[in-house]
């Protein structure tokens, strides 16, 4: 009996890309290096400020300057947060069905809890939201089952009564470990990686898909 739906944000929830993107093309600006294509950038947006400074800059952490860098990064996008940043198309119809069956739901994600409040709000959801659980608010982030632990007791449901929707592997990890159903949402960002090697229970094409999983 599913009870609850979680979300990952970036990749599955709202489509952040072109943000994400953009910091990292206003970072290689500043040093004369041509702006990334948002399709060459998409695909590792899910990873953050590690994986776009790694298509970026050729930088990984434990490099000399990485910790500067992903500072920098981080300093520009927070200061265009919600510019192009947009609910993927569906969200907000398969939001209103989960509510209208009087099932909770909530995000999960590896966001910094200072960009994933105010982009929640700037995305007009926040408060509708029943659990917000960012990339700060457990001592351990995803691929560690935590998360997703402190966001159903936040929900009062049991794990094993969740649904958990992701784009990345670390998504499918953790809900796995967490005894969650895991969803695919192969219209994310999927990290440039086979998702069909990760294990999920199943994978959907399109958001409003996930209402023929939960059936009647």
Not at 199 to 207: K, M, N, S, W, Y
Request: charged letters at 25%.
């Amino acid at each position: 009996m599913v009870r609850a739906v979680l979300f990952d944000l970036d990749g599955t929830f709202a489509d952040t890309a072109p943000d994400l993107g953009g910091a990292l093309n206003r970072q290689r600006a500043a040093r004369g290096l041509a702006p990334l294509p948002l399709e060459t950038i998409r695909p590792h947006a899910s990873a953050g400020a590690r994986g776009l400074l790694k298509i970026g800059f050729d930088r990984a952490p434990g490099d000399p300057d990485y910790d500067a860098m992903r500072d920098e990064f981080l300093a520009l996008y927070e200061a265009s947060l919600c510019r192009d940043s947009r609910l993927f198309a569906g969200i907000p119809e398969l939001v209103a069905a989960l509510e209208a069956r009087g099932l909770s739901w909530g995000i999960v994600t590896n966001k910094a809890a200072r960009f994933t409040l105010p982009l929640l709000d700037a995305l007009g959801v926040r408060s509708r939201a029943g659990c917000v659980v960012s990339g700060d608010t457990c001592a351990q982030p995803k691929p560690h089952p935590a998360p997703l632990f402190a966001a159903s007791a936040a929900l009062d449901t049991e794990p094993g009564d969740c649904i958990y929707v992701g784009d990345d592997e670390r998504d499918t990890q953790a809900s796995l470990a967490a005894g969650m159903r895991s969803v695919v949402a192969r219209y994310g960002y999927l990290g440039g990686r086979p998702w069909e090697a990760w294990g999920a229970h199943a994978a959907i094409e399109t958001p409003l898909a996930l209402l023929d999983l939960l059936g009647d």
